[in-house]
């Protein structure tokens, strides 16, 4: 495993690992710097999850994974362009953020805290809960009121506790006012390990593909998209590869918090604000500056899509066989939107697992698929 430092995005301070408030004193945002000097690719095959790539991860005492990464990437042609999905949602607990978890609830474990907050759509808040009940840490979940009843069951089954706080935003507003010396803010928008972990997919990519020239991906906190980034410009300094896909940040109306820092900016007609892509509901990512410089620096844009194509796209993908949330449909609605521009190999992650939505008939999977 690497060495590191945490360092603030916004006056350069530095800590070190035993640091574990969730930003710089002065505010900013931290991020992990590995450090790659002697490093050089490598895969531990008896490790489990995102652990096969610790060579290039920060260094732990502890592991804590179930199992998470290595999911499979299937092709498709989409009219003449190569399409490869990743399928994401096939991960423990349903999404990519398991990646996250992995990293951030083993550092957790390490600095010994016996209770997590984090604030979360849904997913992150399900696999937070998932990996502290498996570490042995409690956990308490500030949620949307509106969040999906799947995903609330699936967050109580774990053990924690969970916060209804109104909208998204207010979720991430509460726990912060509710953070003490007894607990330990994990955060995903803020936790600069989560990034870490989520940059292991940049890993996969290269193992499956060795290259891609697109990856479009739906941002919210952005953990995703500044996980390919960190993870394929590490690739980049390792000389592994020559370039770096252009990153493409899909959002969804009313929510498109990008667009006030991304130059080019691809939108569908907004009427109003999306309801079925309920994981990027968020609209003060503390990180938001930095998904945009991502964005920009790797040539790519900004596609803001409507539930009319989210809608669409959602079909499209289970008449493909793939069991997606409608949040992962937003990334193959903007593909379509855009497709006539891209060439070569476009990756679009399949984020979020469809069947957190098939309870009830307000599951927005019951109302597209069965009607009502
Ligand atoms: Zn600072």
């Not at 002065?26 to 096969?52: H, K, M, P, Q, T």
């Not at 009940?133 to 969040?147: E, H, L, N, T």
């Not at 292991?200 to 193992?207: K, L, N, Q």
């Not at 499956?208 to 980034?229: H, N």
């Amino acid at each position: 495993m690497a060495d590191y430092v945490v360092r603030c995005r916004v006056c350069g301070r530095t800590y070190g690992r035993g640091y574990r408030f969730f930003r710089c004193l002065c505010g900013g945002v931290l991020e992990v710097l590995v450090d790659l000097e002697g490093v050089s690719w490598g895969v531990d095959e008896g490790a489990l999850g995102i652990f096969r790539y610790s060579a290039l991860l920060p260094s732990l005492s502890r592991y804590v994974s179930l199992g998470e990464g290595r999911t499979p990437t299937i092709k498709r042609v989409v009219d003449g362009v190569e399409v490869y999905f990743k399928l994401e949602y096939l991960n423990p607990t349903g999404s990519f953020k398991d990646r996250g978890s992995a990293l951030a609830v083993s550092k957790a474990s390490e600095l010994g805290v016996t209770e997590v907050l984090e604030d979360s759509s849904g997913n992150t808040g399900i696999s937070i809960a998932a990996y502290a009940a498996y570490a042995g840490i409690k956990a308490r979940i500030y949620v949307p009121s509106d969040i999906p009843v799947g995903k609330y069951v699936l967050i109580k089954s774990f053990g924690a506790e969970v916060i209804k706080a109104g909208s998204r935003d207010e979720a991430s507003r509460q726990v912060l006012r509710d953070l003490s010396e007894g607990n330990y803010y994990i955060g995903h928008t803020w936790n600069p390990y989560f990034i870490e972990g989520t940059k292991t997919i940049a890993f996969e990519v290269y193992e499956d593909l060795r290259s891609v020239d697109y990856v479009i991906t739906p941002v919210a906190s952005g953990t995703l998209l500044l996980g390919f980034w960190k993870g394929f410009n590490e690739l980049l300094k390792l000389g592994l590869i020559t370039s770096i896909p252009k990153l493409v940040g899909v959002q969804a109306c009313g929510y498109d918090s990008l667009s006030r820092f991304v130059g080019r900016v691809v939108r569908s007609e907004c009427r109003e604000g999306t309801v079925l892509a309920d994981a990027i509901r968020l609209t003060n990512a503390p990180r938001l500056p930095y998904i945009a410089e991502a964005i920009v620096r790797s040539g790519g844009y900004l596609v803001v899509v409507n539930d009319d194509l989210i809608v669409d796209a959602l079909k499209d993908l289970f008449r493909m066989g793939f069991t997606v949330e409608p949040t992962s449909a937003a990334a193959y609605a903007a593909f379509k939107l855009v497709r006539k521009e891209l060439s070569g190999k476009v990756l679009i992650p399949l984020t979020g697992s469809g069947l957190k939505y098939v309870g009830g008939t307000e599951s927005p999977l019951y109302k597209v698929f069965v009607g009502g």
